[in-house]
């Protein structure tokens, strides 16, 4: 069962949601960057942003009522752990996958991407 | 050379994506069927096509705490009752009709579609039909000439089709048995039409 | 030796020649579906016109589907392009392949003509065989249904018999079993049912799992060669990392067609289902960063064609923001509710399927252009290199502002037709004619003439790039690349 979006929170439904993946992916760029640019100094912007999932995600849940049930307030842990532990995993996956290339290490000059 | 972690191999990935499409594939084939036990015509959310010789209304549901479609008395269409071929036969000429007209590029059927113009899921009960003595002839009339009807303040008008007034008919019921599905309680805080005037038996919800 | 600049079949493989055919009829296609656009927009805003004659159910037939086609269109020539270097072999029965695919461009032909001239037919299954389908996205009659399977039957064996015959790599492998899946899953929609729930069940079977699953995999096996032929990324790499991303992708896509089984009669588990996996879909695209920006700091991006690697971004970050951002804004059922079938699944489906797949087909185009006339140069400084860029600049201008209008238009009618008026008949007119959708409506049109103008700048660049270009394709492992 489920309990429909109150109107006066249709705003703050889709204002969240959408910072929870905007934030995610931020997150999982500012990691990714700070760690391959080798600059320890960003990844505290980086888990910055998973703060910002973390709230959004909080009052997403709130808003969509997703506390009175305890099957939604089991996929919202998921989700906050999921996305917490995901860009480490996936960095450890590209370390083991690119592991047999020339320069495994990162070297710092200016990429273009994202 | 290389010094791969396992979890990194090609090998264990290949294996892993078809263990995972395979998974989720088995997985959606074991919900189709069990969903197919709702939707099919007389399952356990989808009415059987004799719906349409009874009155079909949506309330809200205070236990469900959603809209629900509610099966009332007998009131068939058209005034007449209709045998469940006769009327499966009817509402698949009418479903036709909307495949055939191509309503879904304009239209919403249970909110799929164009948003051109309104969803029909709720058509059967929408209160602009007048009252619901009118409202079976007033749905044909609509169907087979719709072009000099009034539709709304913003000029915007459904197309004559060439509908014939046999494919107007079986397309209202097919219009009446859809908006007895249940739909989990879309379209929202939907008001239907005044069908209290008759004398109302026992009103029972659609499925329990 | 052909002249550089200048469009020769002679710098082609058999399979490329065969897919600059498609690519040619796509791009005409994606003209099509700007156009039609174009059209049912305007009828927003001006509701007489051409009422009667071009109604607004035919234009908007005419833009899904040509998107549609001129998507597959698109995959289908992507296909044959790195099918010979990646099989190491010809393409097995190209004269076949040749055939088939002038009879399925003369179906399509066949089915706009039906679509414009003939438009509707009586409640009988004649119609259906023979006029329109009438389901969103596969109205294609049935007899078209049929050739479309035909044709993709022949398009598989082409490249099962070019793999069997060359080699089989890992690309060959995901590739095959994906048309394999594409092929099958268009059966599922190849049936009429009275009863409208099972019909949209197995509907969604088609879209869902062809957009959301299978496309998604094709495109990536499209986009791993490209990363092998444009950045020099190693095979061994590339190939683990298209496991993984089809491991992500079937794993969160395949039930995530939960979403769309909310209101259609189907049983309450799937908003359980569909909320679920809808909170997995961005973990794909969560992976796709961190891979690409470990992938950028290794290679440093020496790319020797600008214009396909910018599409190649702009596909990562249009999937980012079309799927990721725009669907889980109104997917969890709690607010799809009201959202269901308002212009939000509008605005999403605009800036998903642009940024999923026209991007990626238009990058490729690139990779055609410049192939075909010799490897001619494509990095910086490019003569008239304006061309591309403002042609992208206008394409995702029109896009965003096209998004952004229906958004707001969808934001309104979920609060006033759908939660307030509970999508009654007059809510519905109440919500279109509120001056927020009004207004909303006349940007989008806007937005579509930049939309417009930016297609016509690909035509025209697509047909000239490189023409006045004297220098060769810049190499791989010179130093000299410069950023776009």
Known sequence: MIEPVALADFFTVFFTAALVI????????????????DTPRLMPLAYLSYAGLAVSALVLAHAAHLFDSAFWTLVVGLMLAGYLVAPHGIWHLCVGTHGDEDHAAPEPESPRLV | MTTEAWWASPSLWRKSAIWITGGSFVMLIFLTFDTMSYIQAGGKQVPGYSIINQ????????????????????????????TEAEAAALVSKGKLNTQAKNCMECHTLLGNGAYYA???????????????????????????????????????????????????RATVAFLKWMSAINTLGFPHNFKAIDQSDAPASAAAPAQP | MTALGVFDSANLNGGQKL??????????????????????GLQYLFPDFLYGVIDFSVNRTLHVNALVVWLLYGFI??????????????????????????????????????????????????????????????????????????????????????????????????????????????????????????????????????????WEVLVGCIMAYMLIVTLGVRRRIVETWLYIEVALMFGSGILGLGHHYFWIGTPQYWLTIGGFFSALEPVPLVAMVVHAVFDSGVHRLKNSNHPALAWTIAQAAGNFFGAGVWGFMHTLPQINLYT????????????????????????????????????????????????????????????????????????????????IEGSSWVGYFTAQAHPWFVQAMKWRQISGYLFSLGYVLLVWDLFTIGKRETRPIAELHAPSAQPA
């Open chain 1, 22 to 37: 905007l934030c995610g992916g931020l997150y999982a760029l500012l990691f990714a960057y700070a760690r391959v640019k």
């Open chain 2, 55 to 82: 009155r079909v209304d949506y309330q809200f549901d205070e236990a469900k705490n959603r809209y629900v479609p509610v099966i009332g008395p007998e009131e068939p269409l058209f005034g007449k009752k209709l």
């Open chain 2, 118 to 168: 309104p969803d029909l899921t709720k058509a059967w009960l929408d209160p602009s039909w007048g009252s619901k003595e009118v409202r079976e002839q007033q749905m044909v009339e609509f169907l087979m000439n719709p072009q000099d009807r009034l539709h709304n303040g913003i000029g915007r008008r459904m197309p004559n089709l060439g509908i014939t007034e046999e494919e107007a």
């Open chain 3, 19 to 40: 897919a600059m055919k498609y690519f040619a009829v796509s791009l005409a296609l994606f003209g099509a579906q700007v156009l039609f656009g174009v059209l049912a």
């Open chain 3, 77 to 214: 020539g992507g296909t044959y392009w790195m099918l010979e270097d990646e099989a190491d072999h010809k393409v097995v029965g190209l004269g076949l392949g040749n055939l088939i695919f002038w009879v399925l461009t003369l179906a399509v032909v066949v089915v706009v003509l039906v679509y414009l001239l003939v438009q509707v037919g009586p409640a009988e299954m004649k119609s259906i065989w023979l006029i329109n389908e009438g389901r969103e996205y596969i109205e294609a009659p049935r007899w078209a249904d049929i050739g479309i399977v035909v044709a993709v039957l022949v398009f598989f064996f082409n490249v099962v018999a070019t793999f069997a015959k060359g080699r089989y790599t890992g690309i060959g492998g995901v590739l095959v079993m994906d048309l394999l899946a594409l092929a099958g899953l268009y059966l599922a929609g190849m049936f009429y049912t009275p009863n409208v729930s099972v019909d949209q069940f197995w509907w969604w079977w088609v879209i869902h799992l062809w957009v959301e699953a299978t």
């Open chain 3, 340 to 419: 269901h079938g308002t212009q939000w699944s509008a605005s999403h489906g605009h800036l998903a399927f642009f940024g999923a797949y026209s991007t990626a087909v238009i990058a490729f185009f690139y990779l055609a252009a410049q192939k075909s006339r010799g490897n001619v140069w494509m990095s910086g400084n490019l003569a008239g290199g304006w061309k591309w860029k403002w042609s992208m600049a206008f394409l995702w201008m029109g896009m965003i502002g096209m998004t952004m209008a229906l958004l707001i238009a969808g934001y309104e009618q979920s609060q006033i037709e759908r939660a």
